[in-house]
Nanobody, 125 residues
Framework: QVQVVESGGGLVQPGGSLRLSCASSGRTFGLMAWFRQAPGKEREFVARHLWSDSNSYYADSVKGRFTISRDNAKNTVYLQMNSLKPEDTAVYYC????????????????????WGQGTQVTVSS
């Protein structure tokens, strides 16, 4: 069974920064992503990283502010979040695709097989 553990969340003021980490057990997975879920809303795509060519893709709402990266030696993916806004407040989840393939741009959460427990990010003054 693959274990996925997120960390790095917390309370930050608007305009501040946080870096989230997602560590996975076992082998290196080709496609890893971050999603988030605010109270009363569905889980939404934030960013994904493809190992084979280091290709990244972002939701429009975070483009230019967030950066996804990966350390394959540690089986860890990161999400650097800058210029945070109150609307970024949510529980952030790491998703892992274990199928070796995906369709579209990789933003559909149904293509991810393993999830962590989530880490809370609160942006407030």
């Amino acid at each position: 069974q693959v274990q996925v553990v997120e960390s790095g969340g917390g309370l930050v003021q608007p305009g501040g920064s946080l870096r989230l980490s997602c560590a996975s057990s076992g082998r290196t997975f080709g496609l890893m992503a971050w999603f988030r879920q605010a109270p009363g809303k569905e889980r939404e795509f934030v960013a994904r990283h493809l190992w084979s060519d280091s290709n990244s893709y972002y939701a429009d709402s975070v483009k230019g502010r967030f950066t996804i990266s990966r350390d394959n030696a540690k089986n860890t993916v990161y999400l650097q979040m800058n210029s945070l806004k109150p609307e970024d407040t949510a529980v952030y989840y790491c998703g892992i695709n274990n199928r070796g393939y995906y369709t579209g741009d990789g933003s559909d959460r149904r293509q991810y097989d393993y999830w962590g427990q989530g880490t809370q990010v609160t942006v407030s003054s």
